[in-house]
């Protein structure tokens, strides 16, 4: 049978002084007379007694711990973990810094009464200071609501959706994925097709809402034939690439939705015994490893995302600070990657 943990109670007792004495001196207050502080010391070393450092946090309203809840996809594929971890290591790295851990809730995107769950939970409960969601899809507005209404410290990272609103650091994908169709637009290239993919993804909304624009400002043709369809992966970049060719399709260039998805529509080109940039341009997001291994290396975006979790953690950590909720929106700044992948578009003549 093991033997029984020594409570602050069984301190004061030995010690001969009050629990409140015992818990001003576990909380460092001078008020402490010295001879009290030696009995204490002395009840503690005999008692083998280890102060709940958890409940001293909470009673001082303070728990010291930010929570990061990643909104993903059921079975999250190695692509995201690979473009969020640089988000997650920032953000952990400057609340480390300034005294805080960071607890880590995964939640599926599909599940919203457990995402309203946890986060109603943790402020209820004081059992963080603050709140981070990672999210690509679009937090319920709602509870966006809730946290505003109870005040409570939070940060939306990552896409720029609906909820985004005025609190939050995010990509304008909208904005970046139409200066890709003026690129492609000036280099002559008339019908430019995007490689999407079917979910509710915030970001993947925006990039394509960026690419319809994109095409309207140029005064170029918006067909539903354009738009293809992957899941992300490299495989479907080529099936669906391979398949639009196939069929006779006559796109002369393509934005990849990432660049796993753009690498396919490369090898599928080439499997077609047609040439990048020669024949068909293609253009990525991301600056993922593909893009560099690619051959030709892949024109693509590069987002600061070590940028974004740390700029999350400096707003998180100032509401928290002021102990309130303060609205902040942070738009990260991209920037284009040179590759090989794009060239000015054939002349009738020349094809």
Not at 185 to 191: N, T, V
Not at 208 to 233: H, K, Q
Request: glycine share 8%; with cysteine.
């Amino acid at each position: 049978m093991s033997e029984k943990k020594a409570t602050l109670n069984d301190v004061a007792v030995r010690a001969g002084v009050s629990a409140g004495t015992v818990s001003k001196y576990i909380n460092n207050s001078s008020s402490v007379k010295e001879i009290n502080r030696e009995k204490i010391e002395e009840a503690i070393k005999t008692l083998n007694f280890t102060p709940n450092v958890y409940a001293q946090k909470l009673a001082k309203g303070k728990s010291n711990t930010v929570l990061l809840c990643i909104i993903s996809e059921k079975n999250i594929s190695p692509s995201s973990w690979l473009y969020q971890l640089p988000i997650i290591q920032a953000l952990n790295d400057l609340l480390v810094e300034n005294g805080y851990s960071m607890q880590i809730r995964i939640i599926a995107a599909e599940e919203t009464y457990q995402l309203k769950k946890c986060v109603i939970n943790c402020m209820a409960g004081k059992e963080a200071d603050g709140i981070a969601l990672l999210s690509v899809w679009d937090i319920p507005a709602d509870l966006v609501t809730e946290m505003k209404q109870r005040n409570f410290p939070y940060v939306l990272i990552e896409g720029v959706g609906s909820s985004f609103g005025e609190n939050g650091v995010g990509i304008d994908n909208r904005k970046m994925v139409k200066e890709l169709v003026h690129i492609l637009a000036e280099l002559g290239h008339e019908k430019i097709g995007f490689i999407n993919i079917r979910s509710r993804q915030e970001d993947m909304r925006q990039r394509a809402l960026g690419y319809r624009e994109g095409l309207l400002e140029e005064g170029l043709a918006v067909e539903d034939s354009y738009m293809l369809y992957g899941d992300f992966s490299i495989e479907s970049g080529y099936r669906c690439v391979k398949e639009y060719f196939e069929k006779g399709g006559e796109c002369t260039a393509f934005i990849g939705g990432n660049d796993n998805m753009a690498v396919g529509a490369i090898k599928a080109v080439q499997a077609l015994n047609m040439s990048v940039p020669e024949d068909i341009s293609v253009i990525g997001i991301d600056d993922s490893i593909a893009a560099a291994a690619c051959t030709p290396k892949l024109q693509t975006v590069h987002f600061e995302l070590g940028q974004m979790g740390h700029q999350a953690a400096l707003q998180l950590l100032e509401q928290i600070q002021k102990n309130k909720c303060i609205e902040m929106q942070t738009i990260i700044p991209y920037r284009m990657v040179q590759g090989e992948s794009i060239a000015r578009a054939k002349k009738p003549s020349e094809k």
